[in-house]
């Protein structure tokens, strides 16, 4: 019962900042539209060879674009949280929860993702008002599929948030990251090595449930498998790799510095 | 069973290069209730055994242990809270109000409870009118008072400060220390205090450990080592001047010898080491036709017996 109020506790936080910095959202919302804008403006001027970079068709693109998103804030909350935490001086007292500081970084995510779901909803209203293609959204099939191709995303970011602890200074490997997502995203799972990757054969399935209308329980089950073990393996190699940087964070006495 | 225990920590930084033994086998207790100030010049490792009693960083070896939990697993973190050194402590953009709650909620404590708690706080440290204000709004002494009051929401039996009265104006340091003495007196905390500020720890608390080097010194009641150190220092005050010749065979008797001249008096401070005879001074005082006024023993600080066990003198 009490990690429950601790876990509301940081939920709230991140909230309270949403709610108090509003210029931050709007704006970051600004640029995530804007880039879709060009990729879309550019898409028509250049034609199929454009679209097809996303997918088969335009929608896939907002697809594409509506799970990269969700990738970039799910694997980077966290650590940009514990570098902006390590720079504020408040790292310290966050670690001193009595429920552990992996149970913190979980809390953080769920946060992050209910944060992003926000988010990404006013993104994607905008994206098909522009486009003018209207997806199925159907939230049943699509926040569990969502919640299992992040999984593995959250791993990344979890490792990354442990690099974050030791290394401090780490913002230029994050920008290469994102380019890398870009690509995850657009690589079509249909060799094996791709859906061992992340992101691939989520974004594969999602695109089928909001363009094709497919319902989860109607997609092949051999791929909804693959899919939550590659959720599975990268959350928790990215969950042990977390503990491992926490426990050499504090044994060099690194978790107050920056 | 202590609240808190101690023993034979030792913390070395492994850098690239070179190790930094920070903390070299240090021992002490702290029985429940406590106040205790942990005193030492800079580098001598007192935030690092802090850091380590709050499982923030991991001994190189020895036994840390908080009401018989090893201060490394984070069930000992539901006794332990701490306002650490130099850092912020709080949440620059969260109100007084947000800060108090988030912390609690981060421990653990419901919300109905932790309102209750913080009301009290909040009336405690004079923080009414600034519930609402973002603590990047609050004054020096306000945040630090602030971080106190985050620390004490979490309802922990042992708190650990580390230079809690850093950069605060002289009232303030003031307010501050009367509330750590209140905590004592409850018996409800165990205090565990450093500071360079020797008025805050005198003020505050009945034992000092000093450490030097990583090492303990000294671990002492602070009016034993007070009467250590008051037993052979004395002030003696002579109505007049004393003649030059007088002075100057006092002074290559005593070498250790501070003399005074007033306008209408003398004052001698000397401290006898063993072996000085205190007659042997009167004796020489008399020869020189001086009248006694005032005999004392100075009463040593905390401060000069601090730096007097630092540098080893005793
Ligand atoms: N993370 C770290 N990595 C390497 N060395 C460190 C680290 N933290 C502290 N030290 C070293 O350990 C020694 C003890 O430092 P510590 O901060 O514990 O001293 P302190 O008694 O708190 O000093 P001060 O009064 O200045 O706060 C110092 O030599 C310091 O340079
Ligand atoms: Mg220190």
Not at chain 1, 97 to 104: A, D, E
Not at chain 2, 74 to 82: I, K, M, T
Not at chain 2, 184 to 190: D, L, Q, Y
């Amino acid at each position: 019962m009490s990690r429950l109020w601790a876990f509301w506790a940081i939920v709230r936080r991140q909230l309270i900042e949403l709610k108090r910095y509003p210029f931050n959202t709007i704006s970051g919302l600004a640029t995530l539209y804007i880039i879709f804008l060009l990729i879309f403006l550019g898409a028509k001027f250049i034609g199929t060879a454009g679209t097809r970079f996303f997918g088969e068709s335009l929608e896939g693109l907002v697809v594409g674009f509506m799970v990269w998103t969700f990738a970039i804030a799910a694997y980077s909350d966290l650590s940009w949280a514990l570098i902006r935490e390590a720079q504020l001086g408040t790292l310290e007292q966050l670690y001193m929860c009595p429920f552990g500081f992996r149970f913190v970084s979980l809390a953080w995510i769920a946060g992050s993702f209910l944060t992003s779901l926000l988010f990404v909803s006013v993104l994607l209203a905008l994206m098909m008002a522009t486009t003018g293609k209207v997806l199925h959204l159907n939230l049943g099939s699509l926040l569990p599929l969502l919640l299992l191709t992040l999984a593995s995303v959250y791993g990344v970011g979890f490792a990354t948030g442990g690099l974050a602890l030791v290394f401090k200074r780490i913002q230029a490997f994050f920008q290469i990251l994102q380019f890398v997502f870009v690509g995850l995203v657009a690589l079509p799972a249909n060799t094996w090595w791709a859906k061992a990757l992340p992101l691939s054969l989520g974004t594969k399935l999602i695109a089928r449930v909001m363009i094709d209308g497919i319902r989860l329980r109607d997609l092949p089950a051999s791929e909804l498998l693959v899919l939550l073990a590659n959720g599975a393996f990268y959350f928790l190699l990215g969950f042990l790799a977390l503990w491992g940087c926490e426990r050499i964070a504090r044994q060099r006495g690194l978790l107050g510095h920056y | 069973m202590p609240a808190l225990l101690v023993e034979d920590l030792v913390k070395v930084y492994r850098g690239r290069r070179k190790e930094v033994v920070a903390v070299d086998g240090v021992s002490f207790r702290l029985e429940p209730g406590e106040v205790v100030g942990l005193l030492g010049a800079n580098g001598a490792g007192k935030t690092t055994t802090i850091k380590v009693i709050c499982g923030l960083i991991l001994p190189t070896a020895g036994r840390v242990e908080v009401f018989g939990i090893a201060s490394h697993r984070r069930q000992a973190l539901r006794h332990v809270a701490a306002v650490l050194e130099g850092s912020r402590n709080v949440y620059w953009r969260l109100s007084v109000e947000e800060n108090l709650a988030f912390f609690a909620g981060l421990q653990g404590i419901p919300p109905r409870k932790a309102r209750k708690r913080i009301r009290e706080l909040i009336a405690l440290l004079g923080l009414e009118e600034k519930r609402r204000t973002t603590a990047n709004l609050l004054s020096q002494g306000m945040k630090q008072k602030l971080a106190l009051a985050c620390a004490l929401v979490k309802g922990t039996e042992l708190l650990l400060l580390d230079e809690p009265t850093l950069g605060l104006d002289v009232e303030t340091s003031h307010e501050l220390r009367g509330l750590i003495r209140e905590l004592a007196r409850e018996g409800r905390h165990t205090v565990l205090l450093s500071s360079h500020d020797m008025g805050v720890v005198e003020d505050t608390c009945e034992r000092v450990v000093i450490l030097a080097q990583g090492k303990v010194v000294t671990d002492d009641r602070i009016d034993r080592l007070l009467g250590l150190f008051r037993t052979r220092a004395y002030r003696i005050v002579l109505s007049g001047h004393l003649p030059p010749g007088a002075a100057a065979v006092l002074r290559s008797r005593f070498p250790l010898l501070k003399l005074h001249t007033g306008d209408h008096e003398t004052t001698l401070e000397v401290e006898l080491a063993p072996g000085y005879d205190f007659y042997e001074l009167l004796d020489h005082l008399r020869e020189a036709g001086a009248a006694i006024e005032e005999i004392s023993r100075a009463e040593p600080d905390l401060e000069e017996v601090f730096l007097k066990i630092v540098k080893g003198e005793k």
